[in-house]
T-cell receptor, first 115, second 116 residues
Framework: KAGVTQTPRYLIKTRGQQVTLSCSPISGHRSVSWYQQTPGQGLQFLFEYFSETQRNKGNFPGRFSGRQFSNSRSEMNVSTLELGDSALYLC??????????????FGPGTRLLVL | DQQVKQNSPSLSVQEGRISILNCDYTNSMFDYFLWYKKYPAEGPTFLISISSIKDKNEDGRFTVFLNKSAKHLSLHIVPSQPGDSAVYFCAASPRGGGTSYGKLTFGQGTILTVHP
């Protein structure tokens, strides 16, 4: 089975621009979660989607948004980029299971640099 | 408030010996615990997990121990190999739905170096 894929792998943007990142989950996985990793804050949860619905959201400003399509592929969007948005953005997918008992499998991440 | 803590930023071990990585948590609602291995600029790779109904889970060279009363878990790697050198993260998930959906809370990570 193919793993979680994320595109693009690397991205350079300037402040004020917006960016869209894409994630394709493992076949059969319907839950997709997004995380931001920075040296100072570690891995932090952004949001989770299941069956095209956002079920959970972390403590990030409204500039961070996402969506999920009927084939479970997901995108996240960051508008009005700030320098502090430079990070590794990770997508993870999981197979439906008992809530709180799901093993998440991560993609390789998208490295975003905001100049 | 850091709910999952890995107090050792780094650990150095000789090849063939045991590596023990530790993790403490504060949230008593955490019910499922996972360990991930991560190389720089790559996504975390799942290693092993344990639910709160167990106190031990083994998979090959990896064993995870859970002490619920102490809110402590540890990952044992035996024997350690140079290829195990990476950053190890523990993560936790609370029971039930709602705000637990899809959310793992991660520790800050421990850098493991295994010397040949």
């Amino acid at each position: 089975k193919a793993g979680v894929t994320q595109t693009p792998r690397y991205l350079i943007k300037t402040r004020g621009q917006q960016v869209t990142l894409s994630c394709s989950p493992i076949s059969g996985h319907r839950s997709v979660s997004w995380y931001q990793q920075t040296p100072g804050q570690g891995l932090q949860f952004l949001f989770e989607y299941f069956s095209e619905t956002q079920r959970n959201k972390g403590n990030f400003p409204g500039r961070f948004s996402g969506r999920q399509f009927s084939n479970s592929r997901s995108e996240m969007n960051v508008s009005t980029l700030e320098l502090g948005d430079s990070a590794l953005y990770l997508c993870a997918s999981s197979y439906p299971s008992l809530a709180g008992m799901e093993t998440q499998y991560f993609g390789p991440g998208t490295r975003l640099l905001v100049l | 408030d850091q709910q999952v803590k890995q107090n050792s930023p780094s650990l150095s071990v000789q090849e063939g010996r045991i590596s023990i990585l530790n993790c403490d948590y504060t949230n008593s609602m955490f019910d499922y615990f996972l360990w991930y291995k991560k190389y720089p600029a790559e996504g975390p790779t799942f290693l092993i997990s344990i639910s709160s109904i167990k106190d031990k889970n083994e998979d090959g060279r990896f064993t995870v121990f859970l002490n619920k009363s102490a809110k402590h878990l540890s990952l044992h790697i035996v024997p350690s190999q140079p290829g195990d050198s990476a950053v190890y993260f523990c993560a936790a998930s609370p029971r039930g739905g709602g705000t637990s959906y899809g959310k793992l809370t991660f520790g800050q990570g421990t850098i493991l170096t295994v010397h040949p």
